[in-house]
């Protein structure tokens, strides 16, 4: 009985089944590419947004949103619209004066909303100390975003103290760089957008340095790690 010959593969066909694979990564390295971008705009497109809001209410009302003393004359809220004290400065532990809040940093976007500046209804209620998604939105990611008067940003978040816009933390490291290229300088310690550790309610903020961290060192010759591919980081956007 003859045994039956095994045939194996001519090279017309293994150079075949390589082109397929090599088309299959191909494709899905594209799709990862295009999903990047998109969420790359949409953040970019958020803090457009926020950032323009801001400096409209400055020109209507000549105050800072959350700051401003007169909101609940000229800005109309469900029930006495909360206000801030006035000293041209939003904060997230603000001194009180008649009546203002502490928590100006979440009274913004309640402030941005009901002046119509600011999609979204939020609503700040008078002694909320905590992020909620009725009063504060949410990156892409589902996180908290920030406007505040500190230097939570740069180098262990050690910043000099200024008004910045946070994206909060769950941010792709490859979104941030991409983002950084974008409309910056494209490192994490230098320009207007900084890597920030900020996560609301005490959740879990971004890292620096390490195997899973959101920069390769903390020098402002550092890099954002994209090796790491951390999905745990943050940036603020200097206002």
Request: with cysteine.
């Amino acid at each position: 009985m003859q045994a039956n010959a095994q045939r194996g593969f001519t090279l017309l066909e293994l150079a075949i089944f390589v082109l397929i694979v090599g088309f299959l990564l191909a494709g899905a390295l594209k799709g990862q590419e295009m999903i990047t971008s998109a969420k790359v705009k949409r953040l970019a497109g958020q803090l457009d947004e926020i950032r323009a809001a801001t400096l409209g209410f400055q020109d209507r009302f000549r105050a800072l949103p959350g700051d401003y003393a007169d909101a609940a004359t000229y800005i109309t809220c469900s029930g006495p619209c909360p206000f801030g004290n006035g000293d041209s400065r939003i904060r997230a532990n603000e001194t009180p004066l008649n009546g203002s809040e502490v928590h100006e940093d979440l009274l913004v976007w309640t402030h941005l909303a009901k002046a119509g500046l600011l999609k979204g209804n939020y609503q700040m209620n008078a002694g909320e100390a905590l992020t909620t998604p009725e009063n504060s939105p949410t990156n892409p990611y589902s996180a908290y975003m920030q406007i505040a008067f500190d230097g939570q940003y740069g180098i262990s978040s050690g910043g000099v103290a200024r008004h910045n816009l946070k994206t909060g933390p769950q941010v792709p490291v490859q979104v941030l760089m991409e983002l950084d290229r974008k409309i910056d300088d494209g490192k994490p310690y230098t320009g207007i957008l900084q890597f920030s550790d900020f996560a609301a309610n005490g959740s879990t903020g971004p890292a620096e340095t390490g195997p899973v961290s959101c920069t390769t060192a903390q020098t402002l010759q550092a890099d954002w790690n994209i090796l790491a591919s951390a999905t745990n980081c943050g940036a603020a956007l200097l206002l």
